[in-house]
Protein backbone atom coordinates (compact mmCIF):
# COMPACT_ATOMS: atom_id res chain seq x y z
CA UNK A 1 0.00 0.00 0.00
CA UNK A 2 0.73 3.24 -0.81
CA UNK A 3 0.12 6.47 1.14
CA UNK A 4 -0.03 9.93 -0.27
CA UNK A 5 0.00 13.51 1.63
CA UNK A 6 -1.95 16.39 0.29
CA UNK A 7 -1.00 19.49 2.23
CA UNK A 8 -3.56 22.27 1.73
CA UNK A 9 -1.91 26.02 2.42
CA UNK A 10 -3.84 29.48 3.35
CA UNK A 11 -2.50 32.49 1.21
CA UNK A 12 0.79 33.76 2.26
CA UNK A 13 1.77 35.75 5.04
CA UNK A 14 -0.93 33.63 7.05
CA UNK A 15 1.13 30.00 6.01
CA UNK A 16 -1.20 27.20 7.84
CA UNK A 17 -2.07 23.85 6.78
CA UNK A 18 -5.62 24.09 7.04
CA UNK A 19 -5.80 20.15 6.40
CA UNK A 20 -4.17 17.20 5.78
CA UNK A 21 -5.75 14.48 3.85
CA UNK A 22 -4.26 11.01 3.84
CA UNK A 23 -5.06 8.80 0.55
CA UNK A 24 -4.04 5.29 0.26
CA UNK A 25 -3.55 3.23 -2.63
CA UNK A 26 -3.80 -0.21 -3.23
CA UNK A 27 -1.90 -2.33 -5.49
CA UNK A 28 -5.07 -3.03 -7.10
CA UNK A 29 -5.85 0.13 -7.92
CA UNK A 30 -3.35 -0.42 -10.87
CA UNK A 31 -3.59 -2.42 -14.42
CA UNK A 32 -2.59 -6.60 -14.23
CA UNK A 33 -1.46 -5.95 -17.80
CA UNK A 34 -1.05 -3.28 -20.87
CA UNK A 35 -0.33 -3.94 -24.83
CA UNK A 36 1.98 -2.07 -26.13
CA UNK A 37 3.32 -1.72 -29.71
CA UNK A 38 7.00 -2.46 -30.37
CA UNK A 39 9.13 -1.66 -33.39
CA UNK A 40 8.95 -3.84 -36.73
CA UNK A 41 12.29 -6.59 -36.91
CA UNK A 42 13.67 -6.13 -39.91
CA UNK A 43 13.77 -9.82 -41.81
CA UNK A 44 15.71 -12.23 -43.70
CA UNK A 45 14.94 -15.33 -45.40
CA UNK A 46 11.26 -15.15 -43.03
CA UNK A 47 8.35 -14.34 -44.69
CA UNK A 48 6.87 -13.74 -41.12
CA UNK A 49 8.54 -12.14 -37.85
CA UNK A 50 7.75 -11.49 -34.09
CA UNK A 51 4.74 -9.99 -33.40
CA UNK A 52 4.78 -6.38 -33.31
CA UNK A 53 2.95 -5.68 -30.10
CA UNK A 54 3.72 -6.95 -26.70
CA UNK A 55 1.50 -7.66 -23.40
CA UNK A 56 3.16 -6.96 -20.19
CA UNK A 57 1.82 -7.83 -17.32
CA UNK A 58 2.46 -5.56 -14.00
CA UNK A 59 4.72 -8.69 -12.50
CA UNK A 60 6.64 -8.93 -15.22
CA UNK A 61 7.29 -5.29 -15.93
CA UNK A 62 8.35 -5.11 -12.21
CA UNK A 63 10.46 -7.92 -12.36
CA UNK A 64 12.28 -6.33 -15.32
CA UNK A 65 12.63 -3.30 -14.08
CA UNK A 66 14.40 -4.36 -10.57
CA UNK A 67 16.33 -7.10 -12.80
CA UNK A 68 17.83 -4.59 -15.45
CA UNK A 69 18.55 -1.67 -12.43
CA UNK A 70 20.02 -3.79 -10.41
CA UNK A 71 22.80 -4.65 -13.55
CA UNK A 72 23.02 -0.80 -13.87
CA UNK A 73 23.73 -0.12 -10.35
CA UNK A 74 26.25 -3.62 -9.92
CA UNK A 75 27.82 -1.97 -13.41
CA UNK A 76 28.07 1.61 -11.54
CA UNK A 77 29.66 -0.22 -8.40
CA UNK A 78 31.97 -2.08 -10.43
CA UNK A 79 33.50 1.24 -12.15
CA UNK A 80 33.93 2.63 -8.79
CA UNK A 81 36.02 -0.55 -7.13
CA UNK A 82 38.03 -0.70 -10.10
CA UNK A 83 38.77 3.07 -9.85
CA UNK A 84 39.80 2.51 -6.04
CA UNK A 85 42.08 -0.21 -7.53
CA UNK A 86 39.77 -3.14 -5.86
CA UNK A 87 39.03 -4.69 -9.05
CA UNK A 88 42.06 -5.45 -11.38
CA UNK A 89 42.78 -6.26 -14.65
CA UNK A 90 39.86 -6.54 -17.74
CA UNK A 91 36.91 -5.06 -16.52
CA UNK A 92 34.09 -4.29 -19.60
CA UNK A 93 30.96 -3.11 -18.02
CA UNK A 94 27.61 -3.75 -19.46
CA UNK A 95 25.46 -0.64 -18.35
CA UNK A 96 23.02 0.82 -21.20
CA UNK A 97 23.03 -2.84 -22.64
CA UNK A 98 20.78 -4.38 -20.22
CA UNK A 99 17.64 -4.78 -22.27
CA UNK A 100 19.54 -7.16 -23.92
CA UNK A 101 20.25 -9.57 -21.67
CA UNK A 102 17.09 -9.41 -19.72
CA UNK A 103 14.68 -9.79 -23.07
CA UNK A 104 16.71 -13.29 -23.92
CA UNK A 105 16.95 -14.30 -20.63
CA UNK A 106 13.07 -14.03 -20.05
CA UNK A 107 12.55 -15.48 -23.67
CA UNK A 108 13.93 -18.94 -22.38
CA UNK A 109 13.92 -21.90 -19.88
CA UNK A 110 16.43 -22.39 -17.01
CA UNK A 111 17.21 -25.79 -19.14
CA UNK A 112 18.18 -24.11 -22.09
CA UNK A 113 21.92 -22.90 -22.81
CA UNK A 114 23.46 -19.46 -22.94
CA UNK A 115 27.23 -18.36 -23.97
CA UNK A 116 28.60 -15.07 -24.65
CA UNK A 117 31.90 -12.92 -24.90
CA UNK A 118 33.47 -11.19 -22.34
CA UNK A 119 31.09 -8.56 -21.64
CA UNK A 120 29.67 -10.68 -18.95
CA UNK A 121 28.22 -9.41 -15.72
CA UNK A 122 24.56 -9.03 -17.09
CA UNK A 123 24.21 -11.88 -17.83
CA UNK A 124 26.00 -14.26 -15.18
CA UNK A 125 23.36 -11.98 -12.83
CA UNK A 126 20.06 -12.65 -15.30
CA UNK A 127 21.17 -16.51 -15.21
CA UNK A 128 20.48 -16.24 -11.41
CA UNK A 129 24.14 -15.61 -9.71
CA UNK A 130 23.36 -13.42 -7.18
CA UNK A 131 24.99 -9.44 -6.99
CA UNK A 132 27.78 -10.62 -3.84
CA UNK A 133 29.23 -13.43 -5.30
CA UNK A 134 29.87 -11.64 -9.23
CA UNK A 135 31.37 -8.70 -7.27
CA UNK A 136 33.44 -11.07 -5.30
CA UNK A 137 34.21 -12.33 -8.61
CA UNK A 138 35.20 -9.47 -9.74
CA UNK A 139 37.27 -8.83 -6.72
CA UNK A 140 39.38 -12.29 -6.95
CA UNK A 141 37.51 -13.61 -3.67
CA UNK A 142 37.02 -16.97 -2.53
CA UNK A 143 32.88 -15.95 -2.53
CA UNK A 144 33.20 -15.61 -6.32
CA UNK A 145 31.19 -17.45 -8.70
CA UNK A 146 34.36 -18.83 -9.98
CA UNK A 147 36.26 -18.87 -6.83
CA UNK A 148 38.40 -15.65 -7.42
CA UNK A 149 40.02 -17.03 -10.38
CA UNK A 150 38.18 -16.05 -13.16
CA UNK A 151 37.27 -12.48 -12.70
CA UNK A 152 35.46 -9.98 -15.23
CA UNK A 153 35.57 -12.44 -17.84
CA UNK A 154 35.02 -15.74 -16.99
CA UNK A 155 31.91 -15.90 -15.14
CA UNK A 156 29.84 -19.22 -15.16
CA UNK A 157 26.58 -21.32 -13.67
CA UNK A 158 24.32 -23.88 -14.70
CA UNK A 159 23.98 -24.03 -18.60
CA UNK A 160 25.90 -20.67 -18.78
CA UNK A 161 29.19 -21.01 -20.24
CA UNK A 162 30.77 -17.31 -19.82
CA UNK A 163 32.49 -15.46 -20.04
CA UNK A 164 35.12 -15.85 -22.80
CA UNK A 165 38.07 -13.89 -23.67
CA UNK A 166 38.94 -15.26 -27.21
CA UNK A 167 37.18 -13.16 -29.15
CA UNK A 168 34.67 -14.88 -31.61
CA UNK A 169 35.82 -17.76 -29.92
CA UNK A 170 32.73 -18.57 -28.20
CA UNK A 171 30.64 -18.85 -31.32
CA UNK A 172 32.20 -22.51 -32.23
CA UNK A 173 31.58 -23.64 -28.39
CA UNK A 174 28.00 -22.07 -28.67
CA UNK A 175 27.82 -24.47 -31.82
CA UNK A 176 28.78 -27.61 -29.69
CA UNK A 177 26.67 -26.90 -27.10
CA UNK A 178 23.65 -27.06 -29.36
CA UNK A 179 24.80 -30.06 -30.79
CA UNK A 180 24.78 -31.93 -27.85
CA UNK A 181 20.69 -30.40 -27.47
CA UNK A 182 20.05 -31.71 -30.71
CA UNK A 183 21.86 -35.49 -29.50
CA UNK A 184 20.24 -36.13 -26.05
CA UNK A 185 17.36 -34.88 -27.94
CA UNK A 186 15.92 -32.63 -24.61
CA UNK A 187 14.34 -29.65 -26.96
CA UNK A 188 16.84 -27.55 -25.50
CA UNK A 189 18.49 -24.99 -27.53
CA UNK A 190 21.90 -22.58 -26.93
CA UNK A 191 22.29 -18.87 -27.39
CA UNK A 192 25.35 -18.25 -28.60
CA UNK A 193 26.41 -14.10 -28.28
CA UNK A 194 28.90 -12.42 -29.94
CA UNK A 195 29.63 -8.77 -30.68
CA UNK A 196 29.83 -6.71 -33.82
CA UNK A 197 33.53 -6.19 -33.79
CA UNK A 198 33.88 -9.84 -33.23
CA UNK A 199 31.28 -10.62 -36.62
CA UNK A 200 34.03 -10.29 -39.09
CA UNK A 201 35.71 -13.33 -38.10
CA UNK A 202 36.36 -16.28 -39.48
CA UNK A 203 35.43 -18.63 -37.34
CA UNK A 204 32.20 -17.35 -37.23
CA UNK A 205 31.15 -17.90 -40.73
CA UNK A 206 32.29 -21.86 -40.47
CA UNK A 207 30.55 -22.64 -37.52
CA UNK A 208 27.58 -20.77 -39.50
CA UNK A 209 27.83 -23.43 -42.20
CA UNK A 210 28.10 -26.61 -39.86
CA UNK A 211 24.98 -25.30 -37.75
CA UNK A 212 22.87 -24.99 -40.66
CA UNK A 213 24.35 -28.26 -42.11
CA UNK A 214 23.60 -29.96 -39.14
CA UNK A 215 20.08 -27.66 -38.22
CA UNK A 216 21.34 -27.74 -34.90
CA UNK A 217 19.22 -25.60 -32.01
CA UNK A 218 21.39 -22.47 -32.50
CA UNK A 219 20.13 -18.59 -32.50
CA UNK A 220 23.22 -16.61 -32.93
CA UNK A 221 22.96 -13.36 -31.59
CA UNK A 222 25.02 -10.46 -32.30
CA UNK A 223 25.16 -7.36 -29.85
CA UNK A 224 25.71 -4.46 -31.90
CA UNK A 225 26.85 -1.86 -29.72
CA UNK A 226 28.48 0.36 -33.15
CA UNK A 227 31.91 0.03 -31.75
CA UNK A 228 34.14 -2.65 -31.89
CA UNK A 229 36.99 -1.23 -29.01
CA UNK A 230 37.28 1.99 -30.63
CA UNK A 231 36.37 1.64 -34.21
CA UNK A 232 32.47 1.80 -35.35
CA UNK A 233 31.00 -0.64 -37.17
CA UNK A 234 31.23 1.52 -40.23
CA UNK A 235 34.70 1.57 -40.75
CA UNK A 236 35.24 -1.95 -39.84
CA UNK A 237 32.51 -3.78 -42.03
CA UNK A 238 32.04 -2.91 -45.30
CA UNK A 239 27.97 -4.25 -44.70
CA UNK A 240 26.49 -3.55 -41.08
CA UNK A 241 23.94 -5.79 -41.60
CA UNK A 242 24.46 -8.64 -38.96
CA UNK A 243 21.57 -10.11 -39.24
CA UNK A 244 21.92 -11.08 -42.63
CA UNK A 245 25.34 -12.53 -42.31
CA UNK A 246 24.66 -15.74 -42.08
CA UNK A 247 23.53 -15.85 -45.78
CA UNK A 248 21.72 -18.98 -45.51
CA UNK A 249 20.48 -18.77 -42.34
CA UNK A 250 16.99 -16.66 -41.34
CA UNK A 251 17.96 -13.06 -39.44
CA UNK A 252 16.18 -11.08 -37.54
CA UNK A 253 17.55 -6.65 -36.67
CA UNK A 254 15.92 -6.14 -33.35
CA UNK A 255 15.60 -3.34 -31.27
CA UNK A 256 18.48 -4.14 -28.48
CA UNK A 257 17.65 -1.31 -26.32
CA UNK A 258 13.55 -2.80 -26.00
CA UNK A 259 13.10 -5.40 -23.60
CA UNK A 260 9.95 -6.10 -24.83
CA UNK A 261 11.56 -6.39 -28.31
CA UNK A 262 14.26 -8.27 -27.53
CA UNK A 263 11.92 -10.40 -25.52
CA UNK A 264 9.41 -11.31 -28.46
CA UNK A 265 12.02 -11.74 -31.22
CA UNK A 266 13.71 -13.99 -28.67
CA UNK A 267 10.38 -15.86 -28.10
CA UNK A 268 10.35 -16.08 -31.90
CA UNK A 269 13.62 -17.33 -32.94
CA UNK A 270 13.53 -20.15 -30.23
CA UNK A 271 10.16 -21.65 -31.50
CA UNK A 272 11.97 -21.50 -35.45
CA UNK A 273 14.58 -23.85 -32.99
CA UNK A 274 12.63 -26.10 -31.43
CA UNK A 275 10.83 -26.69 -34.57
CA UNK A 276 13.75 -28.13 -35.81
CA UNK A 277 14.65 -25.63 -38.59
CA UNK A 278 17.72 -25.47 -37.78
CA UNK A 279 19.50 -21.91 -36.72
CA UNK A 280 18.63 -18.23 -36.91
CA UNK A 281 20.38 -15.30 -36.36
CA UNK A 282 19.71 -12.16 -34.20
CA UNK A 283 21.44 -8.95 -34.02
CA UNK A 284 19.88 -6.42 -31.42
CA UNK A 285 20.96 -3.16 -32.14
CA UNK A 286 22.41 -1.64 -28.40
CA UNK A 287 24.58 0.75 -27.22
CA UNK A 288 27.17 0.82 -24.22
CA UNK A 289 27.61 4.11 -22.33
CA UNK A 290 30.83 2.76 -20.66
CA UNK A 291 34.08 2.69 -23.04
CA UNK A 292 34.89 -1.20 -24.39
CA UNK A 293 36.87 -1.78 -21.16
CA UNK A 294 37.85 0.53 -18.29
CA UNK A 295 40.85 1.18 -19.92
CA UNK A 296 38.96 2.96 -22.65
CA UNK A 297 37.43 6.52 -21.58
CA UNK A 298 34.98 6.04 -24.20
CA UNK A 299 35.02 9.42 -25.59
CA UNK A 300 38.17 9.33 -28.07
CA UNK A 301 35.94 8.02 -30.69
CA UNK A 302 32.81 9.30 -30.16
CA UNK A 303 31.17 12.40 -28.13
CA UNK A 304 29.61 12.67 -25.07
CA UNK A 305 27.08 14.64 -26.64
CA UNK A 306 26.24 11.32 -28.81
CA UNK A 307 26.12 9.36 -25.49
CA UNK A 308 23.99 11.60 -23.57
CA UNK A 309 21.37 11.96 -26.71
CA UNK A 310 21.49 8.11 -26.58
CA UNK A 311 20.98 8.21 -22.51
CA UNK A 312 17.93 10.79 -23.55
CA UNK A 313 16.22 9.32 -26.00
CA UNK A 314 16.54 5.61 -25.83
CA UNK A 315 17.42 4.39 -22.17
CA UNK A 316 16.44 0.55 -21.65
CA UNK A 317 15.63 1.38 -18.18
CA UNK A 318 14.00 4.89 -18.74
CA UNK A 319 11.88 3.46 -21.61
CA UNK A 320 10.45 0.35 -19.27
CA UNK A 321 9.95 3.16 -16.40
CA UNK A 322 7.89 5.26 -18.94
CA UNK A 323 5.68 2.50 -20.32
CA UNK A 324 4.53 0.66 -16.57
CA UNK A 325 4.11 4.82 -15.01
CA UNK A 326 1.80 5.83 -18.26
CA UNK A 327 0.02 2.84 -18.45
CA UNK A 328 -0.59 2.52 -14.49
CA UNK A 329 1.05 -0.60 -14.54
CA UNK A 330 3.12 1.11 -11.36
CA UNK A 331 3.71 4.38 -10.12
CA UNK A 332 7.16 6.45 -9.72
CA UNK A 333 6.63 5.85 -5.97
CA UNK A 334 7.02 2.10 -6.04
CA UNK A 335 9.74 2.05 -8.42
CA UNK A 336 11.70 4.49 -6.17
CA UNK A 337 11.02 1.82 -3.67
CA UNK A 338 12.57 -0.74 -5.71
CA UNK A 339 15.68 1.97 -6.70
CA UNK A 340 16.64 2.18 -3.05
CA UNK A 341 16.42 -1.53 -2.32
CA UNK A 342 18.66 -1.85 -5.71
CA UNK A 343 21.13 0.45 -3.74
CA UNK A 344 20.94 -1.06 -0.32
CA UNK A 345 21.56 -4.57 -1.97
CA UNK A 346 24.60 -3.54 -4.28
CA UNK A 347 26.31 -1.88 -1.38
CA UNK A 348 25.83 -4.81 1.01
CA UNK A 349 27.32 -6.85 -1.92
CA UNK A 350 29.90 -4.56 -1.93
CA UNK A 351 30.90 -4.72 1.60
CA UNK A 352 30.99 -8.53 1.25
CA UNK A 353 33.11 -8.19 -1.85
CA UNK A 354 36.35 -6.13 -0.61
CA UNK A 355 35.86 -8.71 2.98
CA UNK A 356 35.69 -12.17 1.54
CA UNK A 357 39.18 -13.74 2.06
CA UNK A 358 40.79 -14.29 -1.37
CA UNK A 359 41.68 -18.36 -2.18
CA UNK A 360 45.01 -19.68 -0.81
CA UNK A 361 47.71 -20.30 -2.71
CA UNK A 362 47.18 -24.01 -2.26
CA UNK A 363 44.17 -23.94 -4.24
CA UNK A 364 46.03 -22.23 -7.36
CA UNK A 365 45.81 -25.84 -9.22
CA UNK A 366 42.54 -27.09 -8.59
CA UNK A 367 39.65 -27.16 -10.93
CA UNK A 368 41.92 -27.49 -14.43
CA UNK A 369 39.79 -30.81 -14.92
CA UNK A 370 36.21 -32.70 -13.70
CA UNK A 371 35.78 -35.79 -11.93
CA UNK A 372 39.53 -36.87 -12.55
CA UNK A 373 41.96 -38.37 -9.64
CA UNK A 374 44.09 -35.43 -7.68
CA UNK A 375 47.18 -34.96 -9.33
CA UNK A 376 50.49 -32.88 -9.22
CA UNK A 377 50.97 -29.28 -10.90
CA UNK A 378 54.51 -28.00 -11.46
CA UNK A 379 54.65 -24.26 -10.00
CA UNK A 380 57.24 -21.45 -11.04
CA UNK A 381 59.89 -23.73 -11.14
CA UNK A 382 60.13 -27.47 -10.79
CA UNK A 383 60.68 -27.44 -6.73
CA UNK A 384 57.18 -25.85 -6.28
CA UNK A 385 54.44 -28.56 -6.51
CA UNK A 386 50.24 -27.89 -6.15
CA UNK A 387 47.67 -30.10 -6.27
CA UNK A 388 44.83 -29.89 -8.55
CA UNK A 389 41.94 -31.24 -7.19
CA UNK A 390 38.67 -31.58 -9.28
Not at 91 to 112: F, M, N, S
Not at 255 to 268: I, N, P, Q
Not at 350 to 370: K, R, S, V
Request: with cysteine; aromatic share 10%.
Amino acid sequence: MISVIFLSFGKVPNIKASRVIVASRNYTDFANEATFEIKKCDLHRLEEGPSTTAVLTREEGLHYYKTMQTIRRMELKSDQLYKQKIIRGFCHLYDGQEACCVGLEVAIKPTDHVITAYRVHGFTYARGVPVRTILAELTGRKGGCAKGKGGSMHMYTKNFYGGNGIVGAQVPLGAGIALACKYFGKNEICLTLYGDGAANQGQIFETYNMAALWKLPCVFICENNRYGMGTSVERAAASTDYYKRGDFIPGLRVDGMDVLSVREATKFATEYCRAGKGPILMELQTYRYHGHSMSDPGISYRTREEIQEVRSKSDPITLLKDRMVNSNLASIEELKEIDVAVRKEIEEAAQFATTDPEPPLEELGHHIYFNEPPFEVRGPNQWIKYKSVS
